[in-house]
């Protein structure tokens, strides 16, 4: 099956279990992010983080709508040999000029999705247009934080190469589903960024070194662990499904030793640092006269006790 057609049934799956690195992580990181931008920039981002936090995942819905937005979401670094990202160059033009452009498109496109919304937020920033600074910001964030999951990185994104069928909701919904809330999730402050595309290219990389390790624990695990443990009926919300048990799951997330955690925790950084770079390069435009409804005091309250947790390294529950 065409792995654009698979990516749309697992996204209409995970609307209908709202619950996966493609809706609960993506809420919490790009929410969280907000919490890491200067004081020059945050009380923007603050008065509308319900928003950012809303369409985190438009760009998944968006895929139902656009079929040139399945690949923007992952990059198929196995693809281009043992040293890909020797083999790849990191200029669009340079990369169509080596490989057919039909070629990238199916393998993906994610470090370069990155650099278009970086581009887009610069110019948003720079055109004190509101509208597009926070679509640009919830989409860069998006792909920023699909940047950080291993199984993007690679042909064998759910394990289907080698009998593992599964795995990629197992890492990127069933473990932050049981997990998350208990990851320490301050990362400090947003920093500068002097090359949006290199740094792309790096957390690609980066990410494309767990790809072993994630198949490798799972495949050494179910080897060792009864089958007949290894799932169980799970509600979400009002379905009972089938689904990685408690045990099994808490089994992988132990070998991994932190990793969901660190990739959360890289993305909410990751994030915050795209958006601030992007701000620093459009000039730091004065964003608080963007700024349509001034937050209320019980806002203001609430925001202050979730910004309060974040220091703590804790995630307010978002329903």
Partial sequence: MNRRIILSITGICLIMLCSSWGFFAHYRINRLAVFTLPKAMSGFYK????????????????????????????????????????????????????????????YGTVP???????????RAFKAHDTTDILNASA?????????????????????????QTGTHALWESRLPELFADHYNYYVGK??????PLNEAFRICKATYKRVDTVLRFERILNKTYPQDKKYELVQHGKRQISDYSV???????????????RQMRSSILSVGSFWYSAWVDAGQPDLDKLIATPLSHEQKTKLLQEEALYRLGKAPVIK
């Fill in 190 to 195: 947003a920093r500068y960024i002097d090359n």
């Fill in 247 to 261: 045990a099994y799951s808490q089994a992988y997330h132990k070998m991994l030793k932190g990793m969901v955690a």
């Fill in 47 to 106: 008065a509308n983080i319900d928003y950012i936090t809303e369409h985190a995942v438009s760009p998944d819905k968006r895929r139902y709508v656009d079929s040139s937005e399945a690949p923007r979401h992952f990059f198929d670094a196995d693809h281009y040999g043992k040293k890909p990202f020797e083999a790849m160059p990191k200029k669009w033009k340079d990369a169509v000029a080596k490989y057919p452009k039909d070629t990238i498109i199916k």
């Fill in 112 to 122: 370069w999705a990155i650099q278009y919304q970086y581009y887009r937020l610069v």
């Fill in 139 to 163: 989409y860069l964030g998006h792909y920023i934080a699909d940047a950080h999951v291993p199984l993007h990185l690679t042909q064998n994104y759910n394990g289907q190469l080698t009998g």
